[in-house]
């Protein structure tokens, strides 16, 4: 009975905490990538940052194909790389979500649909949603240079359909590290649903995911502790 009230009470916890305009951003129906990366043997890995990693993360462990999904940072020093002095805005760092992947099961291209159109706004500078600053940017840290092609020519393709009422901003950057966050960062939307932060801003992603992917939808999540677990 507790539990049933509490989540009765979550929308007006979340009103009077986030303010009544800063709730999720819509998905947005994108086509898929004119180009696209061919299919290949192994795991291949991309770092995306797209806002805070709690949801970013929680879209892509609920996606097929994807083998593991991790929070960390991306874009500064490693010395920099924890969550206090990353949360100043002035590392360099973006929370970042590195996202390895089986391209026979699941496209780059895809990958990027699923990025631009469920995960984040990336029409949004250097904040998504109540979140503010250059640690929140939109920004593709690739590993290949098919990657970074595929990429750019997404970016360009997306602009000119104008499917966005604004200009995508997204920064691309070839990956020169990243740095895994604090063990309590993982898995962090799966662990706290309730949240109210995670209830208004990064559930409706993964609801979006199933709705706009559902062939590539996955009930249950791969989560970090559960690959820890099993090393």
């Known amino acids: 009975m507790i539990a049933k009230r509490v989540s009765a009470l979550l929308p007006l916890i ?28 192994g795991t291949q890995t991309v770092v995306l940052a797209g806002g805070c ?3 970013v993360q929680a879209v892509f462990q609920h996606t097929k194909g994807v083998i593991q999904a991790v929070s960390g940072y991306s874009g500064g020093a490693k010395d920099a790389a924890d969550y206090q002095t990353v949360s100043g805005g002035r590392t360099g760092h973006a929370e970042s979500v590195e996202v390895k992947f089986d391209p026979r099961q699941i496209s780059y291209g895809k990958i990027l649909q699923i990025y631009f159109s469920v995960a984040h706004d ?18 593709i840290f690739y590993t290949t240079p098919e990657q970074q092609r595929v990429s750019e020519a997404y970016v360009e393709q997306l602009n000119k359909a104008g499917v966005f009422k604004h200009t995508i901003v997204t920064q691309i950057a070839p990956l020169a590290g990243f740095y895994p966050a604090e063990a309590y960062h ?14 208004f801003n990064d559930l409706p992603k993964v609801e979006n995911l199933k709705g706009l992917f559902a062939d590539l939808y996955r009930e249950k999540p791969v989560l970090v502790a559960s690959a820890n677990a099993t090393n």
């Open 186 to 199: 993982q898995d962090y939307a799966t662990l706290h649903p309730n949240q109210p932060y995670i209830y």
């Open 122 to 139: 990336p029409t949004q500078l250097n904040r998504q949603g109540p979140d503010v600053g250059t640690q929140y940017r939109s920004e």
């Open 53 to 55: 990693f709690w949801g």
């Open 14 to 41: 979340g009103a009077l905490w986030l303010g009544p305009a800063q709730a999720a951003e819509p998905a947005t129906v994108i086509p898929a990538p004119a180009v696209d990366a061919a299919p290949a043997e």
